[in-house]
DNA sequence: CTGACTGCAAAATGTTTGCAGATTC
DNA sequence: GAATCTGCAAACATTTTGCAGTCAG
């Protein structure tokens, strides 16, 4: 049973995410310029989930400005190349996360005040590898949101 | 152990579709019109999933046309009376699902062709409930995704 | 009658694309 | 030098909103 992807791709977490993203590159004969890097370090230094807009205002207040087009473009080359994972939650766009030595994890989210409780569970990672072999789908990654309300909401909610 | 949420809200799911959106719009002194009905009957009557254009369309060719104003409005109060599910999944825009006695269930999406595989896993149900009360969390729902490539996609994509 | 609803068209998002000039290899 | 990039602005796709007239209660 081969272990399920997660959209990690992690392998070769030991390169630098410039090397991978230099090598990525390479392989399919795209150039290096100093916006794609630009880009990759401005995502890799993203403190959780970010979507576009928010990488953009980052990148323009620490004065290594891109603009939309290249940043869309290059967002799509990170993801293809594993070092950051595309997510679309509840919202009508899409936010990244960087992916770079990073373990697998999911999510609660608590309705009232936005705190995200990361979780991992083994068990349910085997569950769903043993769905998909049913299925004969072969997963990519996945998307595990419990949303609901933390401790402290509760009792401050009760 | 309290029986994890899924955002269905299926309880009284013995009244009609129509019945529990005349309740739920009484109570919010909202009016119950023709449109708002041939909406709620159009969304009860596509098979599985289906977006906003596929339904503005059936309506269309069924000869009860709603303007797309009126449809997304509408869809809106299905969502909060609990009618329908709407997801956001890898593409742009949402699509939504009948939520009338249906029961809980997941979703695969294939990257490709974007069939949906429905999926239930009561044990990994088990393990949600289990995770959430080790953190105190109250659960109302989740969303659980696996995207990858479907049996067929594999195929042709070799 | 009054406030909510509808359709329309315009606006607002979020993302993609065509193009001309700049840049990488 | 050739092919790929960048930024810009325009195009797109989806969803929301303002408004004037219509309709449900």
Known sequence: ?????????NSGAERS???RLREHLKSRNLRI??????VLHGAMTQSGHFDAEELL????????????????RT?????????????HF??????????FNRAHHDHMVCERCGQVIEFVSEQIEALQEEICEQHGFRAHGHVHQIFGLCKDCQAEHS
Not at 1 to 9: F, K, N, R, S, Y
Not at 33 to 38: A, D
Not at 90 to 99: I, K, L, P, V
């Open 1 to 9: 049973m081969t272990p399920i992807a997660h959209g990690d791709d």
């Open 17 to 19: 995410p410039e090397e």
């Open 33 to 38: 310029t100093p916006e794609r890097l630009t």
């Open 57 to 72: 205002e980052a990148l323009r207040r620490s004065n290594r400005p891109v603009s939309r087009a290249t940043l869309y």
């Open 75 to 87: 967002l799509d080359h990170l993801a293809e190349a594993g070092l950051v994972k595309r997510h």
């Open 90 to 99: 509840q919202e009508g766009h899409a936010r990244f996360e960087s992916n």
